[in-house]
């Protein structure tokens, strides 16, 4: 460090202007120091990447926006589920049907062969046959013989009823899924409207979105035996901050990184709205290193382009509630749709993909 002045000339001096250079030297090097320690944060600033939770506090919508959001997506996967669950369950059900129609059609002709001989020569009672046996043995025999033919004639019709009534239970039970799904298309209908409703406010109309058939099959996450999607906590430790995440968050997490999509994450934000706080909700930064305070280009912009359209391919093998990317929207029942949060790119989420969990 250069010297203000030398020894030799604040020797030189008097005593009044002595002091006066001694103190401006260390003023000097006080005002020296601040610029050297605010010089050192900038640049430790500007080598870090910018943590979301700064530029994009309420991820670009209001509270109300976003609890209905949530509630609509979540209400049209489980009637979607249930959709699903009662028309696997009505395939079943035809198929019992048709043994039991099949079955039935069999032994009705058995039956009626029966019938048709007791009406055409008279069925002999058990009194005659038994009296004409003409030795003890033959008694016996004729005996027996007539009791396996009650019980197998009484086995028959008993197949046979057994068989007609099955067909009639399977009947009822495909009528009462028939009206089950019936029930859950509504839902879906009601649904898809709330979250057209919801949008509104910030757009809401269908875009052409991010969709690619290239983009590779994610990993199933785990489901409940009914098909639906087990309560998760933010149990889980964050790979991206110090705090926490869903298991099907990082399922989903781990399921991009593997597909190649290796950019930048923050996952767990603390404070806000949103899903950050409950650990179901991750920001993919378009460009490498970091959130840039600028709207994505090129390769960034295909790579944004390319994470949406993979989280949007797999959201019912993840587990997706919504995907926010470059000023659209994508939910289950509505596809993609316009979505203004904000001016900056953070709140427009054009520097990232916004990626919230169920």
């Known amino acids: 460090m250069a010297r203000v002045c030398s020894p030799a000339l604040v ?27 605010a010089t050192a944060t900038a640049v430790a600033l500007l080598a ?12 670009g919508g209001s509270k109300s926006l976003r609890a209905a959001l949530e509630k609509s997506a979540k209400g049209y996967v489980e009637a979607k589920n249930k959709l699903d669950t009662s028309k696997k369950r009505e395939l079943q059900l035809n198929l019992q049907l048709k043994q039991a129609e099949s079955e039935a059609a069999r032994l009705a002709v058995e039956v009626g ?19 004409n046996s003409t030795t003890p043995s033959a008694f016996l025999e004729r005996a027996a013989r007539l009791d ?6 009484g086995r028959q019709l008993q197949r046979y ?8 239970v399977a009947k009822i039970a495909i009528d009462k899924e028939i009206r089950e799904q019936v029930k859950q298309v509504n839902a879906l209908a009601k649904k898809k409207r709330d979250a057209e409703n919801a949008l509104a406010s910030v757009g809401g109309q269908p875009s052409g979105g991010f969709v ?6 994610a990993k199933p996450a785990p489901r409940n035996s009914d098909g639906s999607w087990p309560n998760e906590k933010c149990t889980i430790d964050d790979p991206t901050t110090s705090g926490c995440v869903t298991a099907r968050t990082l399922h989903a997490l781990k399921q991009a990184k593997g597909a190649g999509f290796k950019h930048h994450v923050y996952c767990h934000r603390p404070n806000g709205g949103g899903e950050h706080p409950r650990g179901r909700a991750c920001d993919f930064s378009a460009a490498r290193n970091g959130f840039a305070n600028r709207n994505a280009s090129g390769a960034d912009k295909r790579y944004g382009d390319r994470l949406a359209a993979f989280y949007v391919k797999n959201a019912g093998r993840l587990g997706v509630m919504y ?36």
């Open 11 to 37: 020797g030189d001096t008097t005593g009044p202007q002595k002091g006066r250079i001694v103190a401006s030297m260390a003023l000097f090097r006080l005002r020296l120091r601040a610029v050297v320690a």
């Open 48 to 59: 870090a990447p910018a943590a979301p939770a700064a530029a994009e506090p309420n991820e």
């Open 113 to 131: 062969a029966v019938a048709a001989k007791s009406y055409r020569i008279g069925r002999i009672s058990a009194v005659s046959m038994l009296l």
């Open 148 to 153: 396996m033919m009650a019980q197998v004639d």
């Open 161 to 168: 009823e057994q068989a007609v009534n099955d067909t009639k």
């Open 212 to 217: 690619s058939v290239n983009s590779p099959l």
């Open 323 to 358: 995907v926010i990317w470059f000023r659209q929207i994508w939910m289950p029942g509505t596809g993609w749709r316009s979505y203004s949060g904000g001016g900056s790119p953070a709140a427009a989420h054009t520097n990232h993909v916004h990626l919230s969990m169920l």
